[in-house]
């Protein structure tokens, strides 16, 4: 008998036990094994994750059923059952590009790891059986291109006619539209999936709670947005709320220029230039050297006190906070990047105060500039703006810094990959889910993304062969790999590394050749 024959006979079986069933105890036991076996079954087909089977058995035992609840039953089941039919399974990514596996010892060894994936799930590449000369990065080179905002002023309309003046603070609402701030427009505006500018909030230069641009802002730094799509701005010594609808109002501070806990309007906020917003909806902030929290509520409190930090809050002090999957605060200032934990321990993990010029390397000894934003994927790949290197880095997991986009050169918003690309003053940074990077340069709202993972290395002196592993994953059980041999060929020619005069051969009377013994190394 087949596996699908023997699953119809135990099904009918079950299903004859419910149907003649005494006792509601007896009936809802047979219902709970039918629903089990039948769920079983059916995730089994559909590929569905092990706890999507789980959840529904949960729910229908949470209930007492009754005879009169049997026909809803078996339509949420039918339901359920196509639902898991009609699932496709997880497809597994594809490596598409093959292997550089031949290079001269004398030429640096590059190879583009491209893959992709059927069901557009995001990949995580890694390596293993690297040898020392050879490094390999998921995110080496970003191609950036310029997506809106190709001339500095103030217009609405399509992509390419749309105009900015120093956008910032860049957020994705529910519907995949970006939200930003346009600073020296005083407005807030938003740009659809499909390129169309317009104005959300905002008009002339002011102060004014109200409804789309019946709202005036003025000195607007940072802003967040929660589950449903409100926006919290910092803006002339408030926060500020705006709902979906545009309805402007005032969330929290009266104005003054200082920085006291409080609620609502009796709180004061003063100098913020980051702010942050977890999952349940609690806002982070940094302002003269403290780190304040401010519940949904609109209740402020001191969060990391400015001896925690080593910072006066009596001085101004410009730093940049970002959310970690961990759950801990990434918070930069002074050209370094630490860590704050939950117990607020505060941990260096990269840069150094004595450096002024951006310098790639170990986390520790790198080097930045001017870091203005950040952003972290759920790997926990920190992505940084240096904006006075005009560059966007990357600090990894694994403790390592590179510049993935940007030439450095001031004025420079040409499109290209990685060195090639001009981001001149880049500000501010947004991750979407597919890892896909937006950046404010000056007026351009730029897109970078990774077409490609990098295996590269300098062999010279290395001839031999090498064995490396790739791996790409997409985070639901669904890998590729993909194994080959490297070899490098010795092409450097022999040079002298030493001289030694060994002898001086007498011919007769007069000198004669002077003999000398040649040491060669490669």
Same mark, same amino acid.
């Given at each position: 008998?087949?596996?699908?024959?023997?699953?119809?006979?135990?099904?009918?079986?079950?299903?004859?036990?419910?149907?003649?069933?005494?006792?509601?105890?007896?009936?809802?036991?047979?219902?709970?094994?039918?629903?089990?076996?039948?769920?079983?079954?059916?995730?089994?087909?559909?590929?569905?994750?092990?706890?999507?089977?789980?959840?529904?058995?949960?729910?229908?035992?949470?209930?007492?059923?009754?005879?009169?609840?049997?026909?809803?039953?078996?339509?949420?089941?039918?339901?359920?059952?196509?639902?898991?039919?009609?699932?496709?399974?997880?497809?597994?990514?594809?490596?598409?590009?093959?292997?550089?596996?031949?290079?001269?010892?004398?030429?640096?060894?590059?190879?583009?790891?491209?893959?992709?994936?059927?069901?557009?799930?995001?990949?995580?590449?890694?390596?293993?059986?690297?040898?020392?000369?050879?490094?390999?990065?998921?995110?080496?080179?970003?191609?950036?291109?310029?997506?809106?905002?190709?001339?500095?002023?103030?217009?609405?309309?399509?992509?390419?006619?749309?105009?900015?003046?120093?956008?910032?603070?860049?957020?994705?609402?529910?519907?995949?539209?970006?939200?930003?701030?346009?600073?020296? $427009?005083? !407005? /807030? +505006? #938003?740009?659809? %999936?499909? =390129?169309? &500018? *317009?104005?959300?909030? @905002?008009?002339?230069?002011?102060?004014?709670?109200?409804?789309?641009?019946?709202?005036?802002?003025?000195?607007?730094?940072?802003?967040?947005?929660?589950?449903?799509?409100?926006?919290?701005?910092?803006? $002339?010594? !408030? /926060? +500020? #709320?705006?709902? %979906?609808? =545009?309805? &402007? *109002?005032?969330?929290? @501070?009266?104005?003054?220029?200082?920085?006291?806990?409080?609620?609502?309007?009796?709180?004061?906020?003063?100098?913020?230039?980051?702010?942050?917003?977890?999952?349940?909806?609690?806002?982070?902030?940094?302002?003269?050297?403290?780190?304040?929290?401010?519940?949904?509520?609109?209740?402020?409190?001191?969060?990391?006190?400015?001896?925690?930090?080593?910072?006066?809050?009596?001085?101004?002090?410009?730093?940049?906070?970002?959310?970690?999957?961990?759950?801990?605060?990434?918070?930069?200032?002074?050209?370094?990047?630490?860590?704050?934990?939950?117990?607020?321990?505060?941990?260096?993990?990269?840069?150094?105060?004595?450096?002024?010029?951006?310098?790639?390397?170990?986390?520790?000894?790198?080097?930045?500039?001017?870091?203005?934003?950040?952003?972290?994927?759920?790997?926990?790949?920190?992505?940084?703006?240096?904006?006075?290197?005009?560059?966007?880095?990357?600090?990894?997991?694994?403790?390592?810094?590179?510049?993935?986009?940007?030439?450095?050169?001031?004025?420079?918003?040409?499109?290209?990959?990685?060195?090639?690309?001009?981001?001149?003053?880049?500000?501010?940074?947004?991750?979407?889910?597919?890892?896909?990077?937006?950046?404010?340069?000056?007026?351009?709202?730029?897109?970078?993304?990774?077409?490609?993972?990098?295996?590269?290395?300098?062999?010279?002196?290395?001839?031999?062969?090498?064995?490396?592993?790739?791996?790409?994953?997409?985070?639901?059980?669904?890998?590729?790999?993909?194994?080959?041999?490297?070899?490098?060929?010795?092409?450097?020619?022999?040079?002298?590394?030493?001289?030694?005069?060994?002898?001086?051969?007498?011919?007769?009377?007069?000198?004669?050749?002077?003999?000398?013994?040649?040491?060669?190394?490669?």
């Amino acid at each position: 008998m087949t596996t699908v024959a023997k699953s119809a006979v135990i099904l009918d079986g079950l299903l004859q036990k419910i149907l003649t069933a005494k006792n509601s105890t007896l009936w809802n036991h047979a219902l709970s094994l039918y629903l089990e076996y039948i769920v079983f079954i059916f995730s089994r087909i559909g590929r569905l994750f092990p706890s999507s089977k789980v959840c529904c058995i949960r729910l229908f035992r949470m209930f007492n059923f009754s005879n009169r609840a049997l026909p809803l039953l078996f339509i949420l089941l039918s339901f359920g059952s196509f639902y898991a039919i009609g699932q496709s399974p997880n497809q597994d990514p594809v490596i598409n590009s093959a292997p550089v596996t031949t290079v001269n010892d004398d030429q640096p060894y590059r190879y583009e790891v491209a893959a992709t994936d059927a069901d557009g799930d995001v990949l995580q590449f890694s390596a293993t059986g690297l040898p020392d000369w050879l490094s390999f990065c998921g995110y080496c080179e970003g191609s950036s291109t310029t997506i809106t905002g190709y001339t500095i002023g103030f217009k609405d309309g399509q992509a390419a006619e749309a105009e900015f003046r120093s956008p910032s603070s860049l957020v994705f609402d529910s519907s995949g539209n970006i939200l930003l701030l346009d600073n020296a $427009n005083n !407005r /807030i +505006r #938003k740009i659809a %999936p499909n =390129g169309t &500018v *317009s104005t959300f909030a @905002g008009s002339s230069r002011g102060f004014a709670d109200g409804t789309g641009t019946e709202a005036r802002f003025y000195n607007m730094n940072d802003m967040v947005i929660d589950k449903d799509d409100n926006l919290f701005v910092y803006d $002339n010594n !408030r /926060i +500020r #709320k705006i709902t %979906p609808a =545009g309805v &402007v *109002s005032t969330f929290l @501070g009266n104005g003054n220029r200082i920085n006291r806990p409080g609620v609502g309007l009796g709180a004061a906020v003063n100098n913020v230039t980051s702010m942050v917003m977890d999952e349940v909806g609690d806002i982070y902030f940094f302002a003269n050297g403290v780190i304040y929290k401010v519940t949904p509520e609109a209740e402020m409190s001191i969060y990391v006190p400015s001896e925690k930090l080593g910072l006066n809050e009596n001085i101004f002090s410009y730093a940049q906070l970002a959310l970690h999957p961990d759950g801990s605060l990434i918070y930069a200032i002074d050209r370094t990047i630490s860590r704050i934990s939950k117990d607020l321990e505060v941990t260096l993990i990269a840069g150094r105060t004595s450096s002024i010029t951006a310098v790639d390397g170990p986390a520790l000894e790198a080097g930045f500039e001017s870091i203005t934003d950040m952003a972290i994927d759920p790997q926990g790949n920190i992505f940084i703006a240096d904006r006075g290197a005009h560059r966007i880095r990357l600090l990894s997991p694994e403790g390592i810094v590179h510049s993935i986009a940007g030439n450095g050169q001031s004025f420079s918003y040409v499109d290209g990959v990685g060195a090639q690309a001009g981001l001149s003053s880049v500000r501010s940074l947004l991750l979407d889910d597919q890892n896909q990077l937006y950046a404010t340069a000056s007026s351009h709202i730029k897109k970078v993304t990774f077409p490609y993972a990098l295996l590269q290395g300098n062999p010279l002196g290395q001839a031999g062969t090498y064995n490396p592993v790739l791996k790409v994953a997409d985070g639901k059980g669904g890998e590729a790999t993909q194994s080959f041999s490297i070899q490098v060929v010795d092409n450097t020619a022999p040079r002298p590394e030493s001289i030694t005069r060994a002898e001086t051969i007498i011919l007769g009377s007069n000198p004669g050749a002077v003999k000398f013994n040649l040491t060669f190394s490669e």
